[in-house]
């Protein structure tokens, strides 16, 4: 009958409809707890002080001013690493190789492998080769280069493919009118690929700014102000792993610093993004 | 027909009575060319002369090579790695073949149009500025006397001077083909080739770029592939008949282009033209 089988189409729209908004719904719900929870415990504590005074009894008291600035060095390491490795490695494999050649698909695979592999991977190899075999020993340095190397695959890999997906007929243009591939890569590619560099550096920019267990065995605990990139700094995360783990009392330390370690990923990502949207712009746009 | 006085320089009528439109001398020498994709023979043993100053155009169906004829000639095939080119193509003296040509300037002196309008996602200026500032033009002063220059021989200028620093993509389809056009004379070349300028623009702006390229005529060398036989008739001096035979593209037919539309010399041609075939 045809009233009832549209009848039973109707139904079964109807408890579809339902669960994907459970669905959503929970996702939602419970990103609101986490952020609550950690604003309702955390922002009552938060002072000028706490942001720029040193931390003192293991934590429970004092401030977290030297650790945001190991946390921001490490980062900057990082960043200053991944990115020009990054991006050259994405234009090689984007424009220097062979498209689904059995080599480049071989990279591929390696990179998503090795994106998906866990932090504390990372950990354990940055201690042996950058602490150990290189001897920087626990230090901002090694840490800073450990992140490079863990957010590395998955940054390559979005600007690769924001770089593939480049419309062709630019690339030909570029051709057409003489213009070297350097030439064409740096003032036409690149500019249109912006918007996936920019999700892979917001991407590469959260996984840093929050990683703990690969930072634990190669920038290490120490507390203190870092006087150089070879003294070991405790990064945020560290910071809040310790306190609810390690540190009886230093719950509230704890939220206030996850508080301000939120609020950092946000800055830094909306900064990260009008900084090169601005660069992108100016490349675009200025004569 | 009598001669009006205020007749355009060049007129298909003027072919067949007076002297040609132009000088008939060779720009380009092309001589027993032949395209390979793999092992698939895609264009065989084409033989033919690019006077100067003149519309070439080429015809033919789909398939037959048109374009990949259009691009051995500034060397675009050199980027397909399975594409084999042989034969020669004089151009200047020297066969633009050889492995010793310099790419970057034989493709400044011969410019390329494409089917699909494809500027730059940058600024309306920075199009025209990027090749400029590729082929050495430092000065500021030059650049910006040059750009004016090139958007007032494509018709531009008045519709997008007051808005150089915006997104080129954001013209319409023919304005942005007028901008490319710009972009290819703006290096001052010799020679344009032009694959299907218009077929992907509406039938005004496609009136606007046809005329464009009329007015090209005497300036620049032009070889322009078309589908669109009347807008062939119209624009060019020669036309060049290409038909595919087993899948390999073959030259028919060259001469002038009243001539070859009025008086096919091979059957091929004359039911292709009258739309029999293809
Ligand atoms: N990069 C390539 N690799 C392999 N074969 C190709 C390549 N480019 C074109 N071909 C083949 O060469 C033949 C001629 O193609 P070409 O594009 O030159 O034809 P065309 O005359 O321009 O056709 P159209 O009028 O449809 O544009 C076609 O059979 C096409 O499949
Ligand atoms: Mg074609």
Redesign the interface.
Known sequence: MPSRSASNIRLADQCFSVLIMACAAFVTITLIWVLGDIVIKGASHITWSFITSEPSDAGRSGGIGTILVSTLLILCVALGAAIPIGLGVAVWLSEFTVQHSRFSNTVGTTLDVLAGIPSIVYGLFGNAFFSLYLGLGFSILSGGLTLACMILPIFIRTCESGLSAVNNDWRKGAQALGMSRSAAIWHVLLPAAAPAIIAGLILGIGRATAETAALIFTSGYVDRMPGSLLDSGRALAVHIYDLSMNVTGGDNAAYASAFVLITLIILLNTTAQSLIDRWFSQRIYAS | MTMQPHSPTFTLGQIEQGPPCCEPIPHLSIKGLSVRYGAQTVLDEVSLDIYKGCITALIGPSGCGKTSFLSTL?K?TD?I?HAHVTGSIHFDNNNILDAQTN??????RI??I?Q?P??????I??NL???LK??GIKS?KVRKEKIEKALRDVGLWHEVSDRL???ALALSGGQQQRL?IA??II?EPEILLMDEPCSALDPISSGIVEDLIIRLRGDYTVIIVTHNLAQAKRVANYAAFFWMKERVGKLIEFGQCQHLFDTPQHELTAAYISGAKG
Do not use: D, W, Y
């Not at chain 2, 790419?103 to 400044?108: C, G, N, P, T, Y």
């Not at chain 2, 494809?118 to 600024?123: H, K, R």
């Open positions: 500034n675009m980027a790695s790419v970057l300037q034989l493709r400044r410019g390329m494409f699909k494809n500027p730059f996602p940058l600024s200026e920075r500025e990027l090749p590729e082929h500021r620093n915006t997104s490319c972009r290819a290096l």
